[in-house]
């Protein structure tokens, strides 16, 4: 079965500090991955995907994440992150059959304004 | 606005008793699925379905039940067989159960018990 690991399980940053948050998958054949964020009291929110070409992608509020196929890793950064940016974010790839999400355990970023 | 709803937003269940979390979605779309989200363990799947009338099990599908009678509804029956409901439940839907599809989630339902 396909699976994810987070690395960190609680970041804190002060603002206009860089992110990194690592994020490693066992590979399924097919790549297909996501970020998606939880802000408090929200729900899950897409950030960006992955599926194939360029393997930086930027997606949404100035996130951007790099596939290195070598490494099986799809680490989300940001290069000067906010107060806003307080949220728990959770890397996941794609049960290739069945379409459901398969989670890492999520990292919680909290930002120091 | 098109969405996902999932009422109600808190839950209370007693001892022996079963209850349903409603979710319903006016996206269309025709794959549906449930997650439990407990703290440090990310989402796990209960319970999927990829076309009305049909529904699968999950990795964590012991203690629930499901049914998807229509395209937009799919409603989860946590049952007295599951020993340790509390959590909090989301449910997501996805045009397609597609590899490249992404998923769309509702607010969730924070269950607990009495």
């Known amino acids: 079965a396909q699976s994810v690991s987070q690395h960190n399980h609680h970041v804190i940053l002060s603002e206009a500090a860089s992110l990194e948050l690592g994020c490693n998958y066992s590979y399924g054949g097919t790549v297909n991955l996501f970020w998606y964020v939880q802000y408090p009291g929200q729900h899950l929110q897409l950030l960006l995907k992955y599926f194939s070409g360029d393997p930086l992608v930027k997606g949404i509020k100035g996130f951007e994440a790099e596939f290195i196929k070598s490494k099986f890793s799809f680490n989300l950064r940001k290069p000067s992150v906010q107060w806003s940016d307080t949220a728990e974010y959770f890397c996941?790839?794609?049960?290739?059959?069945?379409?459901?999400?398969?989670f890492g355990k999520g990292t919680k970023l909290s930002v120091k304004p | 606005d098109g969405g996902i709803t999932q009422s109600p937003k808190y839950l209370f269940r007693k001892e022996g008793q079963n209850v349903t979390l409603s979710c319903e979605q006016n996206?269309?779309?025709?794959?549906m699925y449930w997650y439990r989200q407990d703290p440090g363990q990310g989402l796990r799947l209960i319970y999927y379905?990829?076309?009305?009338?049909?529904?699968q099990k999950g990795d964590i599908a012991e203690g629930y039940s499901v049914s998807r009678e229509k395209k937009e509804s799919f409603p989860l029956t946590v049952t007295s067989a599951q020993k340790n409901p509390t959590a909090f439940y989301l449910c997501?839907?996805?045009?397609?159960?597609?590899?490249?599809?992404?998923?769309?989630f509702g607010d969730g339902t924070r269950l607990s018990i009495l």
């Open positions: 996206l269309n779309h025709d794959a």
């Open positions: 379905s990829q076309i009305v009338n049909d529904f």
């Open positions: 997501a839907s996805s045009i397609s159960s597609g590899a490249n599809q992404p998923q769309h």
């Open positions: 996941a790839t794609k049960e290739g059959s069945q379409g459901n999400l398969i």
